[in-house]
């Protein structure tokens, strides 16, 4: 099992790499890695090697949840009679009775729910990577140790990101994985394309760094001048300020991919998380309420001054900006493909268009003044409902809330460090995800999807796993 693990931990460290997973054969490699891992851990299982955790068994309904969704997708790509896609998908049918007609051809006697089958296959694979790598985290992170070091790993990936794509603006060099950028220069893009989804992954990365720096505050109280003073060597020496060194080269990086919700959320859910966390948290130490005040004061005052917050508020205050080839839209348009994503989920509701064919049915809905071609809606909520139907959407909601209500019910009642440190940093990373959300594709993009992933599925760790050590086999 210990192997399985560490290769689990590859896996999180390697997909946000190559263009952040969000290229073909980049994904096809993410998802072979994690059926890979899958099928090794169900060989171990058969073979009385591994076992069912308790956080695994605790999490059967978001288990279910998603299981349920993606037989759904699998569902809008498969065949079915014309008649039934008729009764169910009207518009679906009239788009097949048009290509058929256009074609010359007679008119199919099957189709699919989705209008693009075969990018909802694609879809299909994806998800089963990420269900794979949250039943994973859930079954591998069995003991207190090896939940703090996937957690250390995320941070380091998280700091790698930030440290690679700060280098590249800084320097001026303008490389992405490997290519020199074309798009996206002048800004923090680590080896993603998009700097709103580098944002994303540092959010993510911050989320659970700031938990791991809080279950390591507090700790015995100094009472002489010899124990302030090894205290202090402590704190400035030793492993906690190391770790918010970390925290504030990812907070720079933030800074410096000038995203405005990236930055916005950020702070926003700080502020949420770390409001509700001190009022949930029984007996929080002091030094918890210094370092959450520490990371709004400090970062913003201090690092935000050196590294350009200036420059984010100032894209935040404004209107319009150009368009490039990264999607990066005036915000008019922004809320044009908002109202016409609406229209598109109302039309195609309550089954959806196909996960994954937003790009294919939304050339139907747009005008002329859209600059550039539209990929993604530009808000999770309405792609999601647009593509997946009310089954999809409500499915991940409910995963969602389950994860935060595990997550809060931790915070409440755990005394435990580390799994009280593990729930606020699933708390920042879920209100994170609600807030940016609203206006971005995060969780369309590979390594921001199976990252969030692997993080949920800490919420019923936190939540559930006990302080003493789990028997684990090897």
Request: aromatic fraction near 10%; proline fraction near 3%; charged fraction near 15%.
């Amino acid at each position: 099992m210990t192997g399985l693990f560490y290769s689990l931990l590859v896996l999180l460290v390697w997909v946000p790499l190559p263009f952040a997973s969000n290229r073909q054969w980049a994904w096809a490699l993410m998802v072979l890695f994690a059926c890979l891992l899958g099928t090794a851990w169900l060989i171990g299982y058969l073979l009385g090697r591994f076992q069912v955790t308790e956080c695994f068994r605790r999490a059967r309904w978001a288990i279910g949840l998603g299981v349920v969704a993606w037989l759904y997708v699998g569902l809008q790509a498969l065949p079915l009679p014309a008649a039934w896609v008729q009764t169910t998908s009207p518009h679906a049918f009239e788009i097949y009775q048009s290509a058929a007609a256009a074609t010359g051809n007679p008119e199919p006697l099957e189709m699919t729910l989705s209008v693009d089958a075969h990018a909802t296959v694609s879809f299909f694979l994806k998800m089963l990577a990420y269900g794979i790598v949250f039943c994973l985290t859930l079954l591998l992170v069995d003991t207190s140790k090896r939940l703090e070091t996937l957690i250390k790993v995320l941070v380091f990936s998280g700091t790698l990101q930030a440290v690679y794509g700060s280098l590249m603006v800084l320097s001026g060099l303008e490389y992405g994985f490997f290519i020199k950028k074309f798009v996206g220069q002048g800004w923090a893009t680590g080896t993603f394309i998009n700097r709103n989804h580098l944002a994303g992954y540092l959010n993510i990365c911050i989320a659970v760094g700031i938990g791991l720096m809080i279950a390591k505050l507090g700790g015995e109280a100094s009472h002489t001048w010899r124990q302030r003073l090894r205290s202090l060597a402590r704190l400035l020496l030793g492993e906690k300020a190391r770790l918010r060194i970390y925290l504030i080269i990812m907070v720079i990086a933030l800074v410096l991919t000038r995203s405005r919700m990236g930055n916005t959320a950020f702070f926003a859910s700080t502020l949420v998380v770390g409001t509700v966390g001190l009022l949930l948290m029984r007996n929080a130490p002091r030094s918890t309420m210094v370092f959450l005040a520490s990371v709004i004061a400090l970062d913003l005052l201090i690092v935000g001054t050196w590294f350009g917050v200036d420059q984010v508020a100032q894209r935040i205050q404004q209107t319009e900006i150009t368009t490039n080839a990264e999607n990066v839209l005036p915000t008019e348009d922004r809320d044009e493909i908002a109202q016409r994503s609406f229209a598109l989920a109302k039309d195609y509701f309550p089954v959806g268009a196909g996960a994954g064919s937003f790009y294919t049915v939304f050339d139907g809905y747009a005008n002329d003044k859209m600059i550039g071609f539209v990929e993604y809606a530009h808000n999770d909520y309405l792609q999601i409902l647009a593509e997946m139907g009310i089954v999809g959407a409500t499915c991940g909601g409910l995963i969602v809330l389950l994860a935060a209500y595990q997550a809060l019910s931790a915070l409440r009642r755990r005394n435990h460090p580390m799994m009280r440190g593990t729930a606020f940093g699933v708390c920042l990373a879920i209100c994170w995800l609600l807030i940016h959300s609203t206006v971005d594709f995060n969780m369309q993009i590979p390594a921001n999807a199976m990252t969030m992933s692997a993080v949920l599925a800490l919420a019923w760790i936190a939540s559930g796993l006990r302080s003493r050590h789990a028997h684990h086999k090897h």
